[in-house]
Structure formats: C-alpha cells, structure tokens
C-alpha cells in the first residue's frame, strides 16, 4: 500500500457549506465564516479603508488634536422580544457599550433606531424603552439620538433595534485584535454559551425546563477597572455571535498568530453542558453577551485576574489559554484526553435571531 501523506494542522482545514453566492441564507449572519466571506467579498470590497479594515469591534478615528474616537454601530432581531435575563433593548444597549469598550474606549453616547410592526403592543414597547434606559443608566452613557419608522403587520417581528456609539479611547492606550504576542495569556471573563441557550429556552426548543440566564451585561465599567490595573493588556474581544472559538479564530488571523486552549479550563454551566449534549451543540460556538476575552501579557494575568474579580461580570474569570507562535492563525485545544484538536471558525449557523 502507498503510503498516507500527513496533514499538519496548518493544513488542515474543517468541511465548510456550500457556498452561497447568489441568496443571502440564514448562515450570512452566523458571525462565521459565511459572514465574514460576505464582509470580504461585498462590504470590504466597496467600503474598504485603513479604518475599517483593522476589523475591530469598533472604528478607531483620530482627531486633529491627537486624541481619538471609537465610533461603532449594530442591529438587533433577536427572537423572542422577551428572554430570561433580558430582553432587545438591554441587548441594544450593552452590546454597544461592549463593542466600544473592546477597543479601549470610555462610552459617551448611543444612539438608537427603532422598527416597528403595525399591531405591536404600546406596553411592549415601553417595556424594552425602559430596559433601554436602565441598561443606559447603568453603563453611564446617554442616548442623544434616534429615529422611529413603522411597517406593514407580518413585516417584523415586532420591532428590530439598531444602535450606535461613541466614545473616548484615552491618550497612550492601543487595544486591537492586531495585538495578540506569542506569550499572551488568553482570560474569559466568565461561563459560555448563556446567552444562547437562554434564548432557545424563551423560545420552547430545549424541550425541557432550563434556569438559564442570558449573561447580557453592559462591560465598559468593568473593562475600565481592568486597564487601570494593567497596562500590558493587547486584545480585548466580546464573543458574541459565533462564540468564543469563532473570536479567538478572528484574533488569530489579526495577530498572524496561533493559539492554544485547555479543554479542562473552560467554563461552562452544567444546565448549558447539559443542553449541548442533548442538542448536539458545542458551547464554544454559542452567543455570549456579557462576557469579554482578555489577552494579557502573561506577568499581568494575574493582576488583571484580581480587578476582575472585584465586578459582580467577572467573579468567574480564568485562564483558558495561551497566544503561540505556531502554527499561524489556527486555534488548537488540549483536550482532557492529552489529544491535539483543531478549533475552527463557526461554519454556519447554530441559532439564528439570538442578537
């Protein structure tokens, strides 16, 4: 017999879907990889500029005076209206706040537009407002401005939210997924996968009882105590859609550098391990809302361990592994079995409408 050629894992590569090139699909915005083929293929390829191109959570812009902005927007459709621990408008506003705060910045304003359906409920309505305003007092930004359009009954869902923010990145501080050294400590601010789970729980899919709470938190607070205590952190990064392997995928290619995880590390509440073995799910690619990876250097973890500690958002912090050298822009797992194994990006979709 010939002899089997091996594949290393810079080689490797994890079996893809069709492409599709022709409809947009559900897939489109997994946050994966058919969602970053789109940005590549379409959005970069006309709006492509030395600020957008970073591929950050938020644009960096600098100002005449030497200071600068972080400015970013979103979109918000999730289904249902209502999940335990949350609901749209608190996911419109820390989302935001969260996307400012991955690039370094102190949040100082959003602002929001609304789509109505005809028919929806005034009480719904003033319900995600309020939430809206709550989560907005508690991240200590105000929204300054906003827009309201209404469509057709069966047009919506309700209502889909679209955000923006700005804020202020302080003099001497560079957070960007382009930062990640060989040597770097990877932290995740806490449990995975609470987020998604708790939606598909709102939406009676689990097919049985589940106290899962979404982890939908606004962070700026939090990550602010974190940059105070160390001036060694290079990446900060919320893994929402797509999950933690998803993110950590994206920060590998920024960085042109690899990664490794402890399989024995990561967090994860047994009701959402419970829920991915019955479902067929990996928690590495669910939906987080309130969580943040920090990638530190490593004689600062500790220190930035302890600030996290003290914030009712990162009580559960750890160590979930390091930034390598190679092999080049892949993520590998240590597993409980002493193995090797590849983490890719997210492919397609797992569960769609979650932000």
Do not use: W
Not at 109 to 120: K, P, S, V
Not at 151 to 159: A, H, I, L, Q
Not at 183 to 198: P, V
Not at 310 to 326: D, H, M
Request: glycine share 10%; with cysteine.
């Amino acid at each position: 017999m010939p002899e089997q050629e091996s594949i290393s894992f810079t080689e490797a590569r994890c079996p893809v879907p069709l492409s599709h090139n022709e409809k947009i699909v559900m897939g489109h915005g997994s946050g994966g990889k058919m969602s970053h083929d789109l940005i590549r293929r379409l959005f970069y390829r006309c709006f492509n500029n030395p600020i957008l191109s970073v591929g950050d959570d938020a644009g960096v812009l600098d100002l005449e005076n030497g200071g600068k902005l972080a400015f970013c927007t979103d979109s918000h459709t999730v289904l249902p209206l209502f999940f335990p621990g949350g609901d749209i408008g608190k996911l419109a506003v820390c989302g935001t706040v969260n996307d400012l705060a991955m690039v370094g910045a102190i949040p100082k304003a959003l602002t929001t537009a609304f789509i109505l359906e005809e028919g929806l409920d005034m009480t719904v309505l003033a319900d995600v407002v309020a939430s809206m305003q709550s989560a907005a007092e508690e991240a200590a930004v105000q929204i300054v401005a906003g827009d309201t359009k209404v469509v057709e009954k069966g047009k919506t869902d309700g209502m889909f939210i679209s955000t923006s923010g700005i804020g202020v990145i302080p003099p001497g501080r560079n957070i960007s997924g382009r930062n990640a050294q060989p040597g770097d400590i990877i932290i995740l601010t806490g449990t995975m996968g609470d987020h998604g789970i708790a939606v598909l729980s709102a939406r009676g899919q689990l097919g049985f009882e589940s106290e899962v709470k979404s982890d939908v938190a606004p962070l700026a607070k939090m990550i602010e105590d974190v940059l105070r205590a160390s001036s060694q952190v290079h990446v900060l990064r919320d893994p929402t859609r797509g999950g933690v392997a998803t993110t950590l995928n994206e920060i590998a290619q920024q960085s042109n550098v690899g990664m490794v995880l402890q399989e024995g590390k990561l967090p994860i509440r047994p009701s959402v391990q419970a829920a991915c073995e019955m479902l067929g799910f990996d928690a590495l690619y669910l939906a987080n809302e309130g969580k943040a990876i920090i990638i530190v250097g490593k004689e600062d973890a500790e220190r930035v361990l302890e600030a996290l500690s003290l914030s009712p958002y990162g009580k559960e912090a750890v160590i979930i592994g390091e930034v390598v050298k190679n092999p080049v822009r892949r993520v590998l797992m240590k597993t409980a079995y002493k193995s090797t194994r590849i983490v890719d990006m997210l492919a397609g979709e797992i569960l769609p409408r979650i932000c």
